[in-house]
């Protein structure tokens, strides 16, 4: 009969080698370039944790079903009454625009999707939809909310896509003023990543000065998102270069956590919606800032207009 000793010093130094194998591929893969490291992910996504993917996505989906009747219902209802007693004004514009030459208001299409988190640990900024390149999804596609720009896709595969929020350290997007007056860029506070819960604005000139609570929107340029969708609204100066430049505090008009159910630009190919105009979509309506809009952020000055 095998001794208990000698069994039990087995068992540890298999775990001991089964730990220090461990560790050594998780340094391989902290030290490996983004590229490799996030070819390496989605092909774990498409293979090893697919049936755990599909799972969540379906309890998901479910969820949000039975949570979202109702409201769905009553949107229904609004749209379907906005159509009868806007369907003459739209016929018209449509028979307008055909004899007078003008294209379309929107030159490419979006679909529904649905939205889904892969829920592990460092990807809090990811997102999966349930359309792939099959659907014309592709790696630029913008994501669009009722609210305004939730994101984008990154990768597109045959049936899903993985994509980001505005949460995500990649994020960046052209912005302007909703008067047109100002551009800049905005992407997700620096000091925290992955878990970001406000943008920042740079680019603005040192004499141009933003309100608090002015809405910026997506400028159109760059060839990635469509112009005019809302981004944020401006909350507080966040740093000031003497004599250059001007960074503003931005509290985007969607929440990630809160977004189940988007539409995805499809396309054959990229770059049709930069051409594309949907302030239409997007009537003007008030948006509050957030209480800890008024505090000085991270490098910011005292006064909001430079003078001190």
């Known amino acids: 009969m095998r001794e208990y000793g000698g069994a039990s010093g087995n068992g540890l130094r298999r775990q001991f080698l089964l730990a220090a194998a461990c560790l050594l591929a998780g340094l391989f893969f902290y030290l490996i370039p983004t590229g490799p490291q996030q070819n390496i992910a989605s092909g774990i ?4 944790l697919r049936p755990f993917v599909d799972i969540r996505s ?7 079903r039975s949570r979202e009747a109702d409201m769905l219902r009553a949107q229904v209802d609004s749209l379907r009454a906005w ?7 739209i016929e018209e514009n449509r028979r307008l ?10 030159e490419r299409s ?16 990811t997102i999966v939809l349930d359309l792939g390149y099959d659907q014309g999804v592709h790696g630029l596609s913008p994501i669009i909310t009722a609210d305004g720009l939730a994101g ?3 990768e597109a595969h045959p049936s899903l896509s993985i994509g980001m929020d505005w ?11 909703e008067d047109g007056e100002l551009y800049g ?3 997700p506070e620096p000091a925290t990543f992955g878990g970001a819960e406000r943008l920042i604005l740079t680019g603005i000139p040192y004499f141009d000065v933003l309100a608090d609570g002015t809405l910026l929107v997506t400028s159109g340029r760059g060839g990635v998102y469509p112009r005019g969708v809302p981004v944020g609204r401006v909350g507080g100066l966040a740093e000031i270069e003497e004599g250059w430049h001007r960074s503003y505090w931005v509290y985007p008009t969607v929440h990630p956590a809160s977004v189940t159910h988007a539409l995805v630009g499809v396309s054959e190919g990229a770059g049709l919606e930069g051409e594309a105009d949907l302030s239409s979509l997007f009537p003007p309506r008030a948006s509050p800032i957030p209480d800890s809009a008024g505090e000085i952020g991270p490098g910011s000055s005292p006064a909001s207009d430079g003078s001190g």
């Open 83 to 89: 159509v009868a007693n806007n369907a003459p004004a």
């Open 152 to 154: 984008r896709v990154l």
């Open 185 to 187: 860029i905005v992407g």
């Open 58 to 64: 379906a309890l998901s989906a479910a969820r949000s």
């Open 97 to 106: 625009r055909v004899l007078i030459g003008l294209a379309p208001l929107v």
């Open 167 to 177: 949460s995500h350290p990649d994020f960046r997007a052209s912005v302007m003023s």
């Open 45 to 48: 996504r498409l293979t090893l």
């Open 110 to 125: 979006y679909r529904a999707v649905g939205v889904h988190r892969p829920g592990n640990l460092g990807s809090q900024s």
